[in-house]
């Protein structure tokens, strides 16, 4: 089942020139529990290309959200920037099975 499907919105933003945030925001501490202990930060790494102790993870349990935060493989901004606000770095964790 897509990420999308089991919780209320996933978004992502700049976190600077070097870091994009992908947050996932589940709704309610029910789905937050299912998703936290479902959702593999092994996979997220695998899914953005990132090496795995590059990724931060942050289970904000009294927000039910879960953040990661990644580094850009471009400078924001550089000429090879292809998303400078970081906004659609969210839709591959939104649709992937996890």
Known sequence: MR????????????????????DVFCGTAEAFAKVSAGLQTEAVAALYGCPLHLVKRFDIGDLSVIKF??????????ARDRDMHGAQWGILLEEADL
Do not use: E, Y
């Not at 089991?6 to 992908?22: C, D, E, H, M, Y």
């Not at 580094?71 to 901004?77: E, M």
């Open 69 to 78: 935060s990644i580094p850009r493989p471009v400078v924001q901004g550089s």
């Open 3 to 22: 990420l999308g499907d089991q919780v209320l919105k996933v978004r992502s933003k700049n976190a600077g020139p070097f870091w994009v945030t992908i």
